[in-house]
Structures are given as structure tokens and as C-alpha cells.
T-cell receptor, first 116, second 114 residues
Framework: AQKITQTQPGMFVQEKEAVTLDCTYD???????LFWYKQPSSGEMIFLIY??????QNATEGRYSLNFQKARKSANLVISASQLGDSAMYFCAMRPGGTSYGKLTFGQGTILTVHP | NAGVTQTPKFRVLKTGQSMTLLCAQD?????MYWYRQDPGMGLRLIHYSVGEGTTAKGEVPDGYNVSRLKKQNFLLGLESAAPSQTSVYFC?????????????FGQGTRLTVV
């Protein structure tokens, strides 16, 4: 079974500063994918970034980067130059390889508040 | 592109009533999923489907039924609603079950059972 743990219920950051949202995972599968989603107050789920278990380099997408430490089973999201629009709930999720049928396992989420 | 559309967006039910949530996707995706979101628990998988005519149980299937009669639609039913089913429900779809495939989510349905 897979498990995702996000230990920060809430985080605060000053506008234009960087912030790291923590995510640790547990799985026995050697093949898996890690995702981060953003959920603004309007409620929709927005895909941010993906990291594969076999990827040698950390994923980056614009201001988002994923600090992937496979041995420590962590996949932290780094948001650089925070903006007011980054205030939202952030979810870390994992999708195993093999015959898992693409089922995503989510963490509890972290609420990020960006202060002006 | 519409993507994944959920109907309705909001609903209030009385305990014991039944209802069906509709999920429709226009991306020709094979895989579809129903999740529920509760505070402090993230999203949990209720049921899923890997193709037309197939369904399977997820992590929290009790009290729910699903059907996938058409590839583009995935219905979630509550036969006798309970207050514990008060939640936000999300439908998602993806073209495959591979680990690197993005899942696309609907806007969510906020259900309150009183």
C-alpha cells in the first residue's frame, strides 16, 4: 500500500520569497510517479508538476521545482518568488506503476498563505 | 475544451435520500475515478473504472455505487445518503493508468447531507 504524508497543515510566506512544502511517501513499488496539485479557494484541482521515480534530475515547471530525494522518500515542492495568487491548498500525490490502474494516493494537503 | 464536467456542483440531501452524481469527459479517456475530499484527509478513492462497462472498488466504497455504461460518463450513486457522506466529490480521468499519466479533474461537487 502507498502512503503520502504532508506534515505541514499550514504555511505562511512573504510575497516574492521562496517556500518549500514537504511531502514524504511510502511505497514498496520501484516504479511510481509523484505529482503536486494546487487547489485554490474556487475548488478546482490544478496539476503543477510531475516527477518519475527513475528520473535522474529534479523536475521544474516555471516557478515550481520538485526537490526529489529518493533515498529519503521525499518529494518537496519549492515555489520560488511567491505571488499572492499562490495562496491555496497544495496536495502531494503518488501514482504507482505496474497494475495499479492509475490510482492516485493523496496527502492531507498544506494550506499556503502568501502575505503582501 | 470542456475536459471533465461534473453535475451538479452543489446539492443538499436529507438523510435517506438518494442521488446520482454525473461525470462526463470529452477526452476519450479510458480511466475514470471518483474521489471524496474531507478536511485533513486529502482525497480518497471511492470507485474507479478502467474502461466502458468496468468498475472497481477503491479505498472507501461503502455506501456508493457506480456505473460506466458509456465511455465518456461515470456515474456515482448514493442509495441512502448519510451525514457521513457530506463531502466534496471529485471525478477524474486519464488516458492510461501508467505512473506518468496526468489525471484531469472536474470542478467538484459539494454535497451536504442533513
Amino acid at each position: 500500500a502507498q502512503k503520502i504524508t504532508q506534515t505541514q497543515p499550514g504555511m505562511f510566506v512573504q510575497e516574492k520569497e521562496a517556500v518549500t512544502l514537504d511531502c514524504t511517501y511510502d511505497t514498496s513499488d520501484p516504479s511510481y510517479g509523484l505529482f503536486w496539485y494546487k487547489q485554490p479557494s474556487s475548488g478546482e484541482m490544478i496539476f503543477l508538476i510531475y516527477q518519475g521515480s527513475y528520473d535522474q534530475q529534479n523536475a521544474t515547471e516555471g516557478r515550481y521545482s520538485l526537490n526529489f530525494q529518493k533515498a529519503r522518500k521525499s518529494a518537496n515542492l519549492v515555489i520560488s518568488a511567491s505571488q499572492l495568487g499562490d495562496s491555496a491548498m497544495y496536495f502531494c500525490a503518488m501514482r504507482p506503476g505496474g497494475t495499479s490502474y492509475g490510482k492516485l494516493t493523496f496527502g492531507q494537503g498544506t494550506i499556503l498563505t502568501v502575505h503582501p | 475544451n470542456a475536459g471533465v464536467t461534473q453535475t451538479p456542483k452543489f446539492r443538499v440531501l436529507k438523510t435517506g435520500q438518494s442521488m446520482t452524481l454525473l461525470c462526463a469527459q470529452d477526452m476519450n479517456h479510458e480511466y475514470m475515478y471518483w474521489y471524496r475530499q474531507d478536511p485533513g484527509m486529502g482525497l480518497r478513492l471511492i470507485h474507479y473504472s478502467v474502461g466502458e462497462g468496468t468498475t472497481a472498488k477503491g479505498e472507501v466504497p461503502d455506501g456508493y455505487n457506480v456505473s460506466r455504461l458509456k465511455k465518456q460518463n461515470f456515474l456515482l450513486g448514493l442509495e441512502s445518503a448519510a451525514p457521513s457522506q457530506t463531502s466534496v466529490y471529485f471525478c477524474a480521468s486519464s488516458y492510461s493508468g501508467r505512473r506518468n499519466t496526468e489525471a484531469f479533474f472536474g470542478q467538484g461537487t459539494r454535497l451536504t447531507v442533513v
